[in-house]
């Protein structure tokens, strides 16, 4: 039975698209037809369609034989496409406490949210399992709240990837978000863990990574 070919199809692929290219990065279309299995010619007809909406752009580097190759990346606007928490209610409320609280309350307020969570995330996170493991529950709990969280070796550690924050515009207003990130991390993987960040959405890199190790 031949393939579908038709609207379904279509929106299937450029969703798979998008997707990889948040989880992966910039690529060029020969590596996104490898991905996905498909052939480069069908895959720069969808880049070519998501480029007319402004959901991915792309920029020419240098290879070392023959013409420039072209890597594509998301735009800001392909944003829309992964959740944001109600970025606008958020980022306006976080606003109008911070004025009427202060910083005092405000972090009153963001040690409340890192309770909850902690009590939340050691519910769903075995705290006697090895650190590979820990991690794995923690990327499920993460992704389920849409983070688009994976974990990989990283020599004799881990990176802990999220490849998408839901709460980037209130993470961007009020950096305490951030900070009880860590703190949170480092409590329901556990005590003898080291925990730090080495790429931050909000401070322009595409994803937020942590080296993390025993």
Not at 73 to 82: I, K, M, N, Y
Not at 116 to 121: G, L
Not at 126 to 132: E, K
Not at 188 to 205: Q, T
């Amino acid at each position: 039975m031949a393939k579908s070919t038709g609207p379904a199809a279509e929106s299937k692929t450029r969703r798979r698209i998008v997707k990889t290219l948040k989880t992966e990065g910039p690529m060029d279309s020969a590596g996104l037809a490898a991905r996905l299995k498909v052939t480069p010619m069908a895959v720069r007809q969808h880049l070519y369609a998501l480029q007319q909406e402004k959901l991915v752009s792309a920029e020419e580097r240098p290879v070392p034989v023959g013409r420039p190759a072209k890597y594509w990346r998301l735009t800001r606007e392909a944003d829309r496409l992964f959740p944001d928490a109600y970025a606008e209610l958020n980022v306006a409320l976080i606003d109008a406490a911070g004025k009427t609280i202060g910083p005092d309350g405000m972090q009153r307020l963001l040690d409340t949210r890192l309770a909850r969570q902690s009590a939340e995330y050691a519910a769903r996170i075995t705290s006697s399992a090895p650190l590979a493991k820990k991690l794995e529950q923690l990327a499920r709990v993460r992704t389920d709240e849409g983070y688009m969280a994976e974990v990989k070796r990283d020599g004799r550690g881990f990176l802990f990837i999220e490849n998408h924050c839901p709460i980037c515009a209130a993470a961007a207003l009020c950096q305490g978000f951030c900070a009880t990130e860590l703190d949170l991390f480092r409590k329901v993987l556990g005590p003898g863990v080291s925990v730090e960040r080495a790429e931050h959405i909000v401070s322009g890199d595409r994803r937020c990574a942590y080296r993390i190790s025993a």
